[in-house]
């Protein structure tokens, strides 16, 4: 099956706003994707501002299409950004990049227990910030006092320093934008 009719349409249609190649409907696929998956990403380029309800690109879906990644993640960088604070903006988009470090093991009732150190009750957002900054600090520990820290809590140390990598990516993304971390 064609790749174009597998994915979610609206970082396509975002791109081809944002490269002025016109409507979808005039573009020459091989193999046209269906009408209801192309105005159901219309729908949530809508719902995420990128654009208006004539479907022409909004100021924040520019800088939406000018961010590589899926278009939810671009927005909330976005809004971040606007709201100075593209830090915990970069570090929560990278968690909704990746797979979960939190793994649970043969008891998954003490895995809950250890991840609930990380857990806020206001927010999985929060939550991810609260883990971000443990893991940080156990970072500079080392890699073998770091992997028995994961096995403590029960994370993926290969998933967490996926969520950093993403993270430095993010990071030198936004810095080509001219945006900066406070």
């Known amino acids: 099956e064609p790749e174009i009719l597998r994915t979610g349409l609206a970082g396509v249609l975002l791109r081809l706003a944002a490269l002025r190649l016109g409507p ?3 573009f020459p696929f091989i193999d046209s ?4 998956a192309v105005s159901d990403a219309y729908q949530l380029l809508y719902l995420l501002g990128a654009v208006d309800d004539q479907r022409r690109l909004t100021t924040d879906g520019e800088l939406t299409a000018r961010l590589p990644v899926d278009p939810r993640v671009a927005r909330l960088l976005v809004v ?3 709201n100075q604070a593209l830090r915990e903006g970069l570090v929560i988009a990278a968690a909704l990049s990746v797979v979960d470090p939190r793994e649970y093991g043969v008891d998954p009732d003490a895995a809950r227990r250890k991840h609930e150190l990380f857990a806020d009750s206001r927010s999985d957002f929060t939550s991810y910030l609260l883990l971000w900054a443990a893991y940080r ?3 500079r520990g080392g890699e073998r006092a770091l992997r028995a820290w994961c096995k403590e809590h029960y ?3 290969a998933r967490l320093r996926e969520w950093h990598d993403v993270h ?3 990071h030198e993304l936004v810095q080509g934008l ?3 971390t406070r």
Not at 33 to 36: G, L, Q, V
């Open 24 to 26: 979808i409907e005039d």
């Open 33 to 36: 994707p269906p009408a209801k």
């Open 80 to 82: 971040a950004q606007r």
């Open 137 to 139: 600090r156990e970072r």
């Open 155 to 157: 994370l993926s140390a």
């Open 168 to 170: 430095g990516q993010l």
């Open 178 to 180: 001219g945006w900066r």
